[in-house]
T-cell receptor, first 107, second 116 residues
Framework: EDQVTQSPEALRLQEGESSSLNCSYTVSGLRGLFWYRQDPGKGPEFLFTLYSAGEEKEKERLKATLTKKESFLHITAPKPEDSATYLC????????FGAGTQVVVTP | DSGVTQTPKHLITATGQRVTLRCSPRSGDLSVYWYQQSLDQGLQFLIQYYNGEERAKGNILERFSAQQFPDLHSELNLSSLELGDSALYFCASEATSGGRTYNEQFFGPGTRLTVL
């Protein structure tokens, strides 16, 4: 069964329209949760690491938060260059990536 | 630029053939991961090496093998290739810091394999 689920699968936003992506997990003993951004045909680019519930990390228009069962990636006032697939990866003794959320930001 | 290099960028070959993909990790990183990404599948973990030794195995087929050399570069060998092996293959090197078991990974640009 899937232990890492990302939602929604796809998200279409107007420029400036803030939204949130979700990464939920059912594993126990979380050792770390990672967020990556991937552009088509390119390797994933590291964004954030979160290790414990309550932790938050921020970078430009992106903010990642972590609870005991899920993580959110908030995109504030997105720009077209934020269009990408956002992947989360969960470590609990093994490492598993979610299927990703494809974000398209239109001008 | 992540600092991870992969060669070749593109590879076109025929079914039944064997190919070798190469990866050089970031300077100072000891751990290398290999992943496969195809259109209908997400990022699938294949195998991890740490300082020359195999550390973890994921969904790696028996036809596939890897190794990490003393200079820390790694090679992924794919043999008896099938049409379904066509995919993007990424390697990633893991930051070695903080005393944690898992750290962030930095991905290379990938090798696009096309099996005809």
């Amino acid at each position: 069964e899937d232990q890492v689920t990302q939602s929604p699968e796809a998200l279409r936003l107007q420029e400036g329209e803030s939204s949130s992506l979700n990464c939920s997990y059912t594993v126990s003993g979380l050792r770390g949760l990672f967020w990556y951004r991937q552009d088509p045909g390119k390797g994933p680019e590291f964004l954030f690491t979160l290790y414990s519930a309550g932790e938050e990390k921020e970078k430009e228009r992106l903010k990642a938060t972590l609870t005991k069962k899920e993580s959110f990636l908030h995109i504030t006032a997105p720009k077209p260059e934020d269009s990408a697939t956002y992947l989360c990866a969960v470590c609990w003794g093994k490492l598993q990536f979610g299927a990703g959320t494809q974000v398209v930001v239109t001008p | 630029d992540s600092g991870v290099t992969q060669t070749p960028k593109h590879l076109i070959t025929a079914t039944g053939q064997r190919v070798t993909l190469r990866c050089s990790p970031r300077s100072g990183d000891l751990s290398v991961y290999w992943y496969q990404q195809s259109l209908d599948q997400g990022l699938q973990f294949l195998i991890q090496y740490y300082n020359g030794e195999e550390r973890a195995k994921g969904n790696i087929l028996e036809r596939f093998s890897a190794q990490q050399f003393p200079d820390l570069h790694s090679e992924l060998n794919l043999s008896s290739l099938e049409l379904g092996d066509s995919a993007l293959y990424f390697c990633a090197s893991e930051a070695t810091s903080g005393g944690r078991t898992y750290n962030e990974q930095f991905f290379g640009p990938g090798t696009r394999l096309t099996v005809l």
